[in-house]
């Protein structure tokens, strides 16, 4: 918004000479979304301006805020996937005794 003689107004942007296949993509894009061409730009244009407000984390920054949340290290993550793929084959085990019984 700016303002004019004391009144605030929305500002309109222009975009010359864009491709005809973007146009496409993007008209493709509005419609599996279910809105206007021009409320997709909209939502894509906040979606790009958050990004600029938003700080960009090192992976050493990203790192160090999940260790002072008290998160796991990266060896947890793969010590649950074994845990759950274990249950998974116990489980499946079991099911394929009851139904080698049933027969």
Request: with cysteine.
């Amino acid at each position: 918004m700016w303002s004019y003689n004391g009144t605030t107004m929305p500002v309109s942007l222009s975009i010359k000479n864009v491709p005809d296949e973007v146009v496409e993509r993007l008209r493709n894009r509005a419609q599996r979304n279910k809105r206007s061409l021009q409320c997709e730009l909209l939502e894509v244009i906040e979606r790009a301006a958050d990004e600029v407000q938003s700080p960009v984390l090192t992976l050493q920054e990203l790192y160090e805020r999940g260790k002072a949340r008290g998160l796991s290290p990266k060896n947890e993550s793969a010590r649950i996937v074994r845990r759950m793929r274990d249950e998974r084959s116990r489980h499946l085990e079991r099911v394929l005794e009851k139904a080698r019984g049933r027969r």
